[in-house]
Structure formats: structure tokens, C-alpha cells
């Protein structure tokens, strides 16, 4: 049952998390130095390197959600931390990109900062699909 829909978009957001993110940019500081995932685990901020561990986790997450499939309960729960990482992680992100310009210095945001919202719009996709599916196998038991 991995060909159902809920792994596509569980599939996609883990992709995003955890692929894609190494690829786009997160922000340019004012300087012009682009910044990457990758490139902060050189910072020594304990919050700078919160924002790769939490992608990483969400992209763990989503992968082993695809394997849950027999336990769709489980699915659906670990669907919803996941959520909640990515809310934690948009919240970072938010706060990362407010303090990291200075005062003065203008900087542009990377579209890296809006995937954990197109995560949440994916996992929620995907829960719905779990939610459908669960309501199905138990209207199959009530007609035994």
C-alpha cells in the first residue's frame, strides 16, 4: 500500500527538507554573501544550527511516515509533529531573518524561506489522504 497519495506528498516534503534545502538559497546578507543550509554549520549560534537540524528532522520524519503505512494512526500523528516542526522552524527562520541584517543593511530572503510552509501545505495534504483512508477502512468494518 506505498502507492497510495499520502506517500507522494510525503515523498515531496521530504525531498524539500531534506534535499532541496542544501540547493536554494536560505537569505543574501548585506554583505552579499549568499547563505545555504549548508553553510550554517560553520556558525557557532546555537539558533543558526537549530534551522539545519530541524530540516533535517522534518525530512526523517516524512521518510519514515512513508513506511508507517499498516499503521495509519501513527501516520497521522507523526504527520502532525511534523507540522509542528516546521511551524517551529518557520518561526526561527522569521526571527533569524529580522535580526541577522542589522539596522541599516537590506538583505534578500531565498525562496528556502518558505518551505516549511509548503511542507505544512504538503503534510496537511497528506493527512487528509491518511484521514480519508482511515474513515474508509472503518466504514469496510462496520459493513461486516
Known sequence: MIQRVQTIYLLLAAMISGGLIFIVRLWTEASGQIVFVGDLLSN??????????????SSLLSAFAI?????????????????????????????????????????EKGIGMFFPIIVVVLLVMANKAIKKDEDLVKSVDRLR
Open 44 to 57: 557557532p549560534s546555537i539558533l543558526i544550527k537549530t534551522i539545519l537540524f530541524s530540516f533535517l528532522i
Open 67 to 107: 513506511f508507517l503505512f499498516k499503521n495509519r494512526q501513527l501516520q497521522f500523528v507523526i504527520g502532525r509533529m511534523n507540522m509542528l516542526i516546521n511551524f517551529y522552524l518557520l518561526g526561527i527562520l522569521i526571527y533569524v531573518s529580522q535580526t541577522v541584517s542589522g539596522e541599516t543593511a537590506v538583505f
